[in-house]
């Protein structure tokens, strides 16, 4: 076994009995290539990822490819779940020598860790050509290569900065972004008109947020059709439960079948938000089957998330294939489903549409059930009854199958998406198991990933918590405590969010940037500092950390929270070209708007006036309230023994108390 042996990622582990003398990434490994002045291959991945085990099987385990390796050549495997500041340096690097990136991601580094080439996916004999090429290169013309790390590390030095300010934010500038935003949307299966698709849930909250303040029935439309084509697709598992990561194709129908935690945290609160809009029943579905899959396969006894599911199992042959526990042939669902094979057939697309590959079919619809139901002369009750029975029939008939492998490690910045993700389905639907575990979820990662020292770890496994935190767990879970605090009014966990706002203030903040580090003062210092400022599959911590210290500002009426804040906004205006990609940075930019509110509920009826509220949907609308006297700034001198009262409040000023709930839902144009 090679040295990952002694590691304890899933993705690592996988790796530990390769011929290739893998090593973990550690400052003896990186001192190791120095002093004996050889290249670095950097190989990233992570355990779900399907073209990742590809590279493995036919690279990796491979004798002839192992002889080139380590020969020549420093190996270091990265999980990029476990580093992601590795990750995004190199993937920098990569995306700017070659255009695109992805993963597995590969990167030839000089001794001094600068990259020199890079790509993804790679076949064999490509790979050892390739490598042969740069050690030979390195030998014979050192100077060449070394000029060209330097101007590449340029490169990624100027990629997270920002050139321009703006003095103020003119809610104007939007109407003209979305118009461009718009000739991208597709319009017959939502989402974008490219494949593969990837579920961008911050820019259909922001879309859900903006169409719905400003009257905008066509952007509605769109994200109501996106949301519904999604959950119809392959890519939401209707009978587990539990979305993949992205469709290969343009109707979300066939996946890459790795489930993985971030993506489905994020989904709950973007149907959450919907279906408090829209009291969509199939929405209220995916709510539920979403979080009933989480909590039977990745919540812990000590209340904490496991991170993913592979897109690889084991086949009745016993070889590991992609989609393989997901897939069925028509002859298994016509001896699960008998009887009502036709209906069923009908339902879910046992027919051309819905056909993969090799004789199996992907489940997916692409008619309503009342469209399927009308036309079949059945009401829309018994064919929900039955959808329901098939979906059991089908459940435990694949419960027999192997699984997809587990990846069992903890993620800090993840557990704190999910755990939004609970709170918000507990909002939306008031049901209390949600709440709960999100409750048990925080107290976890308060008692056992936040250490006495004030920092967070990044990841935890077999008890034992490790990595001091990066930026996207502290911003992330303050997002998911000042949640909390809107669906609980326990102050503590304000508190909470306060003292790791103040942590991240100390640790992680660039004065001269006016933007906050990836990584902690505390670490090992990188090739280059990364400032993560664009929203992806997940948001920039940048951009959650801006929308934070707004909350907290408004909570603990802290003006230099305020002003870090708009300083942050305001930087990256300018910036916006293509709003997909800073789709949560407009979310915190409307925080500085005539949107924004706040409602504070001070009496002992408070906690059932904020249960009634949270059912509703009133995007920019901070809630905060008590049932005693309370400290909290935002609070001071609003409680009275006597009545329950309600005051809203924008910009740092508050209407007349009033304490009739239905005139402040008159107030709010509800």
């Known amino acids: ?79 990029r779940e476990e580093r992601p500041d590795i990750d995004a340096i190199y993937m920098k690097a990569v995306q700017l020598m070659t255009g695109r990136g992805g993963w597995p991601l590969n990167v030839v580094c000089l001794p001094d860790g600068k990259p020199v080439w890079g790509g993804t996916y790679f076949r064999k004999k490509d790979w050892i050509i390739t490598l042969e090429q740069l050690q030979e290169l390195f030998y014979s013309n050192p100077e060449k290569m070394i000029e060209y790390a330097d101007k590449l590390h340029e490169g990624i030095e100027m990629l997270s900065l920002t050139n321009e300010k703006s003095t103020d934010f003119d809610i104007a500038i939007i109407e003209p972004l979305i118009e461009k935003w718009q000739k991208s949307f597709d319009w017959e299966y939502g989402g974008y008109t490219r494949a593969p698709k990837f579920m961008m849930p911050t820019n259909y909250q922001f879309l859900l947020h903006y169409g719905h303040l400003t009257k905008n029935k066509k952007l509605i439309s769109y994200v109501n059709l996106t949301l519904t084509k999604m959950a119809y697709g392959g890519l939401f598992d209707t009978i587990g439960g539990g979305f993949s990561r992205y469709s290969v194709d343009v109707k979300w129908h066939i996946p890459h079948f790795e489930k993985m935690a971030y993506d489905n945290g994020q989904l709950l609160s973007l149907y959450a938000n919907a279906y408090k809009l829209t009291k969509n029943v199939l929405y209220k579905e995916i709510i539920e089957k979403t979080a009933n899959f989480i909590e039977k396969e990745w919540l812990t006894e000590e209340g904490a998330f496991f991170s993913a599911l592979d897109a690889d199992s084991l086949t009745a042959e016993n070889h590991l294939e992609e989609g393989a526990f997901y897939v069925w042939t028509k002859e298994e669902l016509k001896n699960i489903i008998q009887d009502d094979f036709e209906l069923f057939s009908e339902t879910f697309n046992i027919n051309e549409f819905g056909h993969w590959e090799h004789e199996n079919y992907v489940l997916i619809q692409n008619k309503s059930l009342e469209e399927i139901s009308e036309k079949n002369n059945l009401s829309i009750d018994e064919l929900q009854l039955k959808k329901k029975k098939w979906e059991q029939l089908l459940y435990e008939k694949r419960e027999k199958r192997p699984k997809p492998r587990l990846d069992d490690k903890c993620i800090t910045s993840w557990n704190a ?32 990933i936040w250490t006495p020292e004030g920092n967070l770890t990044h990841t935890y496994k077999n008890n034992k918590p490790s990595i001091n935190g990066f930026l996207e767990d502290y911003a992330f879970l303050i997002d998911s405590f000042i949640s909390l605090y809107e669906a609980t009014f326990d102050e503590n966990w304000l508190l909470h969010s306060k003292n790791l706002t103040n942590y991240c203030l100390d640790h992680f903040y660039d004065e001269k940037k006016q933007l906050f580090r990836f990584t902690s003062d505390l670490d090992e210092a990188l090739i280059a500092t990364h400032f993560e400022i664009e929203d ?73 006036h904020l249960q009634e509220i949270n059912k509703k949907y009133i995007p920019f609308l901070l809630l905060s309230g008590c049932e005693e006297k309370s400290d909290l700034p935002f609070l001071k001198n609003r409680f009275n023994n006597n009545e329950t009262l309600f005051y809203i409040c924008q910009n740092k000023t508050c209407l007349v108390p009033k304490t009739d709930i239905l005139e402040i839902y008159k107030d709010l144009n509800l």
């Open 1 to 79: 076994m090679n040295e990952l042996n002694l590691e304890s990622s899933p993705y690592l582990l996988q790796h530990a009995n390769n011929p290739v003398h893998w090593k973990a990434w550690n400052s003896t490994t990186l001192a190791y290539a120095k002093e004996n002045q050889k290249l670095i291959l950097i190989s990233i991945g992570y355990s779900a990822c399907h073209w990742c085990h590809v590279m493995e099987h036919e690279s990796f385990e491979s004798e002839e490819v192992a002889n080139t390796m380590n020969q020549h050549f420093v190996n270091i495997k990265v999980d």
């Open 417 to 448: 998406i999910l755990l939004k993700g609970f709170v918000d389905s507990h909002k939306a639907l008031g049901e209390q198991k949600f709440l709960n575990i999100a409750i048990k979820n925080a107290y976890f990662i308060v008692n056992k």
């Open 536 to 608: 992806n599959v997940i948001p920039a911590s940048n951009s959650v950390m801006a929308s934070n210290l707004f909350k907290l500002s408004i909570y603990f009426e802290n003006l230099h929270y305020e002003e870090i804040s708009k300083k942050m906004v305001l930087q990256m205006i300018p910036s916006i070209d293509y709003p997909s990609a800073f789709s949560n940075w407009l979310i915190c930019a409307l925080h500085f708007s005539d949107y924004q509110k706040e409602l504070a509920i001070c009496g002992n009826k408070c906690l059932v």
